[in-house]
């Protein structure tokens, strides 16, 4: 089956500081993929979309400056947090579609916290 | 923006009960709709997706459309323990139209 890993799975970093967060696809090429991010008992917010070789979509509201995002390739796809904060902190997962079947498939997510 | 409104519950069922999860959906366009569960610290599982205006069922879920009305439920017949989890409705839509928006979740409880 389609298997979509994110690393790391959970990370602390201090207010100021920037984390990476890589989302892969393992056994399918993937020309988009999406950045959500969930606070604790809130659904899944589409943060933006990230597409091979160009620059991303972002949502309304979601600070590109902020959350850098560069999808180089067909498998891996990148979230850096740039001077993260506190209120930073939540759940990140990512997710990729199959460029063949355009099926989603999601990773197990990244949990950042700030402090 | 497309918005997708679930009551969050949560709601409770005893074992061997039906489960009806409701969800509407305000872009009367929408062609495409999806049930994810999600357990608690998980990402989401697909359960089902439903593209065409009836019921489509899987095992012991069933998804019900009516883009009439945009509403679309997910009945869990037989429900067990291992069903407790928050139900997420889902379309596409996003700045880009290819990104799945969820609704914020209903949590489902299920007693043995």
């Known amino acids: 089956g389609a298997v979509v890993s994110q690393h790391p799975s959970w990370v602390i970093c201090k207010s100021g500081t920037s984390v990476k967060i890589e989302c892969r696809s393992l056994d399918f090429q993937a020309t988009t993929m999406f950045w959500y991010r969930q606070f604790p008992k809130q659904s899944l917010m589409l943060m933006a979309t990230s597409n091979e070789g160009s620059k991303a979509t972002y949502e309304q509201g979601v600070e590109k400056d902020k959350f850098l995002i560069n999808h180089a390739s067909l498998t891996l796809s990148t979230l850096t947090v740039t001077s993260a904060h506190p209120e930073d902190s939540s759940f990140y997962i990512c997710?990729?579609?199959?460029?063949?079947?355009?099926?989603?498939?999601f990773g197990p997510g990244t949990r950042l916290t700030v402090t | 923006q497309k918005e997708v409104e679930q009551n969050s519950g949560p709601l409770s069922v005893p074992e061997g009960a039906i489960a009806s999860l409701n969800c509407t959906y305000s872009?009367?366009?929408?062609?495409?709709f999806f049930w994810y569960r999600q357990y608690s610290g998980k990402s989401p599982e697909l359960i089902m997706f439903?593209?065409?205006?009836g019921d489509k069922e899987d095992g012991r879920f069933t998804a019900q459309l009516n883009k009439a009305s945009q509403y679309v439920s997910l009945l869990i017949r037989d429900s067990q323990p291992s069903d407790s989890a928050t139900y997420l409705c889902a379309v596409k839509g996003g700045q880009a139209g290819t990104a799945l928006i969820f609704g914020k979740g209903t949590t489902l409880s299920v007693s043995s």
């Open positions: 997710s990729a579609r199959d460029s063949g079947t355009y099926e989603q498939y």
């Open positions: 439903i593209y065409s205006n």
């Open positions: 872009d009367r366009g929408s062609q495409s």
